[in-house]
């Protein structure tokens, strides 16, 4: 029988993590049928984008992140007799953000984005397994948020991510230019402001090449 503690051993070769677990309820909509317990599976660091380069998916070919994910985490969830679920491949889309909130531990940021207790807001999701056994989830965490200044709000340069949301022509448009660089190379300036952010090891060169793939 699955438990988290052996899920999170089998996860730790691949460099990624349980990030946070919600109960399904005995026939809840939205869910593959049977679902019980719904985990949320993102980067572990450091050391996460050093494998994941090193992997055959880093060959050239489009779409590497994903095919590598669907690799790992679709081996992983047939072994156990789960479902794998990803945030990309649609539409339609399953609700991550929406699951995110679920789980005690992560939460809406005051500029919208989703921030984990120990990621911050450089967390993300490369997957889900859906299980069919109840399992004993993370710990809920005291949201970061509640005893923090907030420097998010006014981190862009472009004002394009505030309080008010996410203007992505304004954020594209500022990219394009000279003073947009700095994004660029080392990643959205509002998710490196945010104090968690800054404890959590991702390198540079990842949030570089994710920029690249947003604003191509």
């Given at each position: 029988?699955?438990?988290?503690?052996?899920?999170?051993?089998?996860?730790?070769?691949?460099?990624?993590?349980?990030?946070?677990?919600?109960?399904?309820?005995e026939g809840e909509g939205g869910?593959?049928?049977?679902?019980?317990?719904?985990?949320?599976?993102?980067?572990?660091?450091?050391?996460?984008?050093?494998?994941?380069?090193?992997?055959?998916?880093?060959?050239?070919?489009?779409?590497?992140?994903?095919?590598?994910?669907?690799?790992?985490?679709?081996?992983?969830?047939?072994?156990?007799?789960?479902?794998?679920?990803?945030?990309?491949?649609?539409?339609?889309?399953?609700?991550?953000?929406?699951?995110?909130?679920?789980?005690?531990?992560?939460?809406?940021?005051?500029?919208?984005?989703?921030?984990?207790?120990?990621?911050?807001?450089?967390?993300?999701?490369?997957?889900?397994?859906?299980?069919?056994?109840?399992?004993?989830?993370?710990?809920?965490?005291?949201?970061?948020?509640?005893?923090?200044?907030?420097?998010?709000?006014?981190?862009?340069?472009?004002?394009?991510?505030?309080?008010?949301?996410?203007?992505?022509?304004?954020?594209?448009?500022?990219?394009?230019?000279?003073?947009?660089?700095?994004?660029?190379?080392?990643?959205?300036?509002?998710?490196?402001?945010?104090?968690?952010?800054?404890?959590?090891?991702?390198?540079?060169?990842?949030?570089?090449?994710?920029?690249?793939?947003?604003?191509?």
């Amino acid at each position: 029988m699955a438990s988290l503690p052996a899920i999170e051993a089998r996860l730790a070769p691949e460099r990624l993590e349980v990030l946070g677990g919600l109960a399904v309820a005995e026939g809840e909509g939205g869910f593959p049928k049977g679902t019980r317990t719904l985990l949320l599976l993102g980067p572990r660091e450091p050391g996460f984008w050093a494998h994941l380069t090193s992997q055959p998916e880093w060959d050239g070919q489009p779409d590497p992140v994903d095919r590598w994910s669907r690799r790992v985490i679709g081996r992983l969830a047939c072994d156990l007799g789960a479902k794998a679920l990803f945030p990309f491949g649609g539409p339609p889309y399953h609700p991550f953000y929406q699951w995110a909130l679920r789980t005690g531990r992560v939460w809406e940021s005051p500029v919208r984005l989703l921030v984990h207790a120990r990621q911050g807001l450089m967390v993300s999701f490369r997957g889900a397994l859906a299980l069919k056994e109840v399992l004993d989830l993370p710990p809920a965490a005291p949201r970061p948020c509640d005893t923090c200044p907030a420097p998010c709000l006014t981190a862009c340069p472009a004002e394009a991510l505030t309080a008010a949301g996410y203007d992505v022509p304004r954020c594209h448009a500022f990219l394009d230019r000279p003073e947009g660089q700095d994004c660029m190379a080392g990643g959205c300036l509002v998710r490196r402001a945010c104090p968690v952010s800054q404890s959590y090891a991702r390198l540079l060169e990842q949030s570089a090449y994710h920029m690249g793939q947003f604003h191509r």
